[in-house]
């Protein structure tokens, strides 16, 4: 089932760590590749913590979050500094019953890292 997953995600890995700073067209690019080559998820976000601590969408693979009837299955999996400080996270649905492995978790959450190490390093840039 996760497959794909465990591939796109290396791709997508690789992507954030040759980007200096993780920008728009990034987060989009991920939300998209995401949500069109893993056949389970029907939906991608990435959300990002603002000065609010409130979580704000950075990116989706749709105009917002599908409503708990049309979802399934939801996953969410913690964007974090290295020093473990939550930053966002990584927010997928599906529209089918218990869709979500192992895999895809760990999966997303090495994806999840490598995003953090680039939040993090900006938010250093930006002070």
Not at 27 to 49: E, K, P, S, T
Not at 57 to 77: F, T
């Amino acid at each position: 089932m996760s497959m794909a997953a465990d591939i796109v995600t290396l791709e997508l890995i690789a992507a954030v760590h040759q980007v200096t700073e993780v920008d728009q067209t990034t987060y989009d690019h991920l939300v998209h590749r995401l949500q069109n080559q893993v056949a389970h998820f029907d939906w991608v976000g990435i959300y990002l913590l603002d000065s609010l601590n409130e979580y704000d969408l950075k990116a989706s693979s749709g105009d917002q979050m599908p409503e708990s009837i049309a979802r399934k299955a939801i996953l969410q999996v913690p964007i974090t500094s290295s020093c473990e400080e939550v930053l966002g996270r990584i927010t997928v649905t599906s529209k089918t019953a218990i869709a979500f492995d192992e895999s895809d978790y760990t999966s997303l959450e090495a994806l999840a890292y490598e995003i953090g190490k680039k939040v993090e390093q900006s938010l250093k840039n930006h002070q």
